[in-house]
């Protein structure tokens, strides 16, 4: 069995006209999305987010997973924001609040070149104490020690912040990252752009236009960024897909997104609890292929595995994903928030969760050129979806 979802979509199947849409490269509107997300044919949605996936690649890559030799740093989670579902941050009254000087970056930085990461992802809480000109010494010194890691950093949020606390513009803080080191950005910060979801869950959060504004800026600039979403925090189908249709709109303008992740919130140390949907395994899957159907101009859409859990981020690669992320050296943000994930994936292990799949495991850098391609073979799925998915929600 490939590791295709095989699933007909007939002619008087309630998805047929959308399934049409797709099956011919056609761009989805935001009511055909909606249907998606309404419609309980959990194998119909995933199955169009596949053969979307598989449009997209180059001819021969169809199969291709990637992910990254790669590294968290999170140099500070002291923040002035209160952001209600986020538990990494502001944890000051708990005595956790810590700060590092560019020496304690610098030690962290060479732990993980020392195991060969190829990435640093760096993104923090917005700290008075960490300004430009400490991040541009920052940049500068892990630069000048390992000048082969690319440095993917700072979320719109955290620019925002850096410009307003030095009183220039988003562009000179973004040109000035970018002279000392600044490879690409992280998508982090979107979380839902829904003004009344911003009010309810991060009232003074950089709003949708100045996040949009700062990633066509950091195009403008020449380098990529990544977009995000994060669910389970009260939003409704509609907002999500709305979400979505801002990010395209943005990328038909500026074209520099590389990669869509969809993301879920975890509550401990919230409490937002009974507030929200947690949002179901199934939930997380339709967000993977709708995402992947409706951002037609994103090449690629990734399975978090930290957020989403190996089991179910290997489902969802059968559902449009392309990316497992990376191995993943000390991630801080998702587990100070509960998940349980383990902390970091070797590379024979990604390997091993990629091919088992039924996918091809390749290696690439943080702009998705192709570093090396995995000897192993996808192998045969002897599962249906259906036993995969049941085997899912029995674990
Ligand atoms: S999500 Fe980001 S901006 Fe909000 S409180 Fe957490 S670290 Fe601060």
Same mark, same amino acid.
């Given at each position: 069995m490939s590791a295709v979802i095989e699933k007909e979509i007939s #002619?008087?199947? =309630?998805l047929a006209d959308v399934a049409q849409k797709v099956y011919n490269g056609q761009r989805i509107s935001r009511d055909d999305a909606i249907k998606l997300y309404q419609s309980d044919d959990l194998a119909a949605v995933g199955a169009l987010g596949e053969y979307a996936r598989r449009l997209k690649a180059e001819p021969g890559q169809e199969n291709y997973v990637y992910y990254i030799h790669n590294m968290h740093l999170n140099p500070? &989670? !002291?923040?002035? @924001? %209160?952001?209600?579902?986020?538990?990494? #941050? &502001? =944890?000051d009254e708990r005595g956790k609040a810590y700060t590092w000087g560019v020496d304690r970056v610098l030690e962290e930085a060479g732990k993980g070149a020392a195991l060969g990461i190829k990435e640093i992802h760096m993104v923090g809480g917005? &700290? =008075?104490?960490?300004d430009l000109a400490y991040y541009e010494e920052v940049l500068q010194q892990i630069k000048s020690q390992f000048p082969h890691i690319h440095i993917k950093a700072f979320t719109a949020v955290e620019i925002e912040y850096l410009a307003n606390l030095d009183g220039i513009s988003y562009e000179e803080v973004l040109q000035r990252l970018i002279d000392c080191g600044l490879g690409s950005m992280p998508g982090g910060g979107a979380e839902i752009f829904d003004d009344a979801v911003r009010e309810r869950m991060a009232v003074k959060k950089t709003p949708a236009p100045v996040y949009l504004d700062i990633h066509g800026i950091a195009h403008k600039l020449g380098i990529k960024t990544n977009a995000t979403m994060l669910t389970g $925090?009260? @939003? %409704?189908v509609e907002n999500k897909v709305d979400h979505m249709l801002l990010l395209r709109g943005q990328q038909d303008i500026?074209?520099? !997104?590389q990669c869509f992740i969809p993301l879920k919130c975890y509550y401990d140390g919230t409490n937002i609890q009974n507030e929200v949907t947690e949002p179901t395994s199934a939930d997380l899957l339709k967000d993977v292929a709708i995402s992947r159907i409706l951002l037609d101009n994103f090449p690629h859409i990734k399975a978090y595995w930290i957020q989403l859990g190996v089991q179910l981020a290997q489902l969802a690669l059968s559902f449009g994903a392309d990316d497992l992320d990376g191995? $993943?050296? @000390? @991630?801080?943000i998702t587990h100070a928030a509960g998940a349980k994930t383990p902390l970091q994936l070797a590379e024979e292990k990604m390997e091993q969760l990629i091919a088992s799949s039924g996918y091809k495991p390749v290696v690439r850098d943080t702009v998705y050129n192709i570093r090396q391609i995995s000897p192993l073979e996808p192998a045969a799925l002897n599962q249906s979806f259906a036993e995969r998915l049941a085997a899912l929600s029995h674990s």
């Amino acid at each position: 069995m490939s590791a295709v979802i095989e699933k007909e979509i007939s #002619a008087n199947h =309630p998805l047929a006209d959308v399934a049409q849409k797709v099956y011919n490269g056609q761009r989805i509107s935001r009511d055909d999305a909606i249907k998606l997300y309404q419609s309980d044919d959990l194998a119909a949605v995933g199955a169009l987010g596949e053969y979307a996936r598989r449009l997209k690649a180059e001819p021969g890559q169809e199969n291709y997973v990637y992910y990254i030799h790669n590294m968290h740093l999170n140099p500070t &989670n !002291f923040c002035v @924001e %209160t952001c209600r579902f986020c538990s990494y #941050a &502001n =944890p000051d009254e708990r005595g956790k609040a810590y700060t590092w000087g560019v020496d304690r970056v610098l030690e962290e930085a060479g732990k993980g070149a020392a195991l060969g990461i190829k990435e640093i992802h760096m993104v923090g809480g917005l &700290n =008075p104490a960490c300004d430009l000109a400490y991040y541009e010494e920052v940049l500068q010194q892990i630069k000048s020690q390992f000048p082969h890691i690319h440095i993917k950093a700072f979320t719109a949020v955290e620019i925002e912040y850096l410009a307003n606390l030095d009183g220039i513009s988003y562009e000179e803080v973004l040109q000035r990252l970018i002279d000392c080191g600044l490879g690409s950005m992280p998508g982090g910060g979107a979380e839902i752009f829904d003004d009344a979801v911003r009010e309810r869950m991060a009232v003074k959060k950089t709003p949708a236009p100045v996040y949009l504004d700062i990633h066509g800026i950091a195009h403008k600039l020449g380098i990529k960024t990544n977009a995000t979403m994060l669910t389970g $925090i009260s @939003e %409704t189908v509609e907002n999500k897909v709305d979400h979505m249709l801002l990010l395209r709109g943005q990328q038909d303008i500026s074209g520099g !997104f590389q990669c869509f992740i969809p993301l879920k919130c975890y509550y401990d140390g919230t409490n937002i609890q009974n507030e929200v949907t947690e949002p179901t395994s199934a939930d997380l899957l339709k967000d993977v292929a709708i995402s992947r159907i409706l951002l037609d101009n994103f090449p690629h859409i990734k399975a978090y595995w930290i957020q989403l859990g190996v089991q179910l981020a290997q489902l969802a690669l059968s559902f449009g994903a392309d990316d497992l992320d990376g191995t $993943i050296l @000390e @991630e801080k943000i998702t587990h100070a928030a509960g998940a349980k994930t383990p902390l970091q994936l070797a590379e024979e292990k990604m390997e091993q969760l990629i091919a088992s799949s039924g996918y091809k495991p390749v290696v690439r850098d943080t702009v998705y050129n192709i570093r090396q391609i995995s000897p192993l073979e996808p192998a045969a799925l002897n599962q249906s979806f259906a036993e995969r998915l049941a085997a899912l929600s029995h674990s």
